[in-house]
C-alpha cells in the first residue's frame, strides 16, 4: 500500500508559540489531503481538506486562522497551529489519496502538548 | 449530509472466537465506498476492508469480512477465529463524492485470552 509519513510524532510547545506538522506522501501524489484531530478514545474529527495548488477548505467551526494549512506540491502538506494554547493540545492525524486511490492512507499522527 | 453511527461503544470476544461489529449509514448517494479502519494503541490508522456500494458480493480479507446490506444501510464487520492483536478500536467508514471520509464513533474491541 501507499505510504504517508507525518512529523514529527511528538512535540511540545510553550503556550503562544507555533507549530509545524507535515504530512508527506512518500510513494504516490496526493491530490488531496486531510487534517484530523482525535482526543482519547473519540473518532476522528476533519478539520480540513486541501487540494494541491489551492486553498484548504475547513469544516465548520474549526478556525483557519489558527489551523493554517498549505499543500504546496502533490507531496507534502503542512498543518501549522499557531498562538498554541493548552486546549489545542491533542492528536492529529493527516490522510491522503491519489487520483486512482479508493482508500485513504494515514500517517502515524502527532501528538502535540502544549505547555 | 452523510452519518455513520456506531452503536457499540465497547465489545469484548474471547480468542479464537468469532465478533461481528455493527455499523449503520445514512446517505442519499448511490455510489460510495465504506470501510473498516482498525487503530491499534500506536494510534496509526490501518485500513481492514472496504467495500464498494455498487458491488453487491460481501468483501473478504482473511478473517475479516462484511454483511452489506445497501437497503438497509448497514455494513458490519465480521471477525473469525479472533487474535489477541486483534484488539484495537475500530471505526466504520464512508466514502462518497467529496471524497471526504466520515467516520463512526468507534468500537473498542477487548480479546480475552
Known amino acids: 500500500g501507499a505510504v504517508v509519513s507525518q512529523h514529527p510524532s511528538r512535540v511540545i510547545c510553550k503556550s503562544g508559540t507555533s507549530v509545524k506538522i507535515e504530512c508527506r506522501s512518500l510513494d504516490f501524489q496526493a491530490t488531496t489531503m486531510f487534517w484530523y484531530r482525535q482526543f482519547p478514545k473519540q473518532s476522528l474529527m476533519l478539520m480540513a481538506t486541501s487540494n494541491e495548488g489551492s486553498k484548504a477548505t475547513y469544516e465548520q467551526g474549526v478556525e483557519k486562522d489558527k489551523f493554517l494549512i498549505n499543500h504546496a506540491s502533490l507531496t507534502l502538506s503542512t498543518l501549522t497551529v499557531t498562538s498554541a494554547h493548552p486546549e489545542d493540545s491533542s492528536f492529529y492525524i493527516c490522510?491522503?489519496?491519489?487520483?486512482?486511490?479508493?482508500?485513504?492512507?494515514f500517517g502515524q499522527g502527532t501528538r502535540l502538548t502544549v505547555v | 449530509a452523510q452519518t455513520v453511527t456506531q452503536s457499540q461503544p465497547e465489545m469484548s470476544v474471547q480468542e479464537a472466537e468469532t465478533v461481528t461489529l455493527s455499523c449503520t449509514y445514512d446517505t442519499s448517494e448511490s455510489d460510495y465506498y465504506l470501510f473498516w479502519y482498525k487503530q491499534p494503541p500506536s494510534r496509526q490508522m490501518i485500513l481492514v476492508i472496504r467495500q464498494e456500494a455498487y458491488k453487491q458480493q460481501n468483501a473478504t480479507e482473511n478473517r475479516f469480512s462484511v454483511n452489506f446490506q445497501k437497503a438497509a444501510k448497514s455494513f458490519s464487520l465480521k471477525i473469525s477465529d479472533s487474535q489477541l492483536g486483534d484488539a484495537a478500536m475500530y471505526f466504520c467508514?464512508?466514502?462518497?463524492?467529496?471524497?471526504?471520509?466520515?467516520f463512526g464513533a468507534g468500537t473498542i474491541l477487548r480479546v480475552k485470552s
Open positions: 467508514a464512508y466514502r462518497g463524492e467529496g471524497n471526504k471520509l466520515v
Open positions: 490522510s491522503a489519496s491519489g487520483q486512482l486511490h479508493t482508500e485513504a492512507f
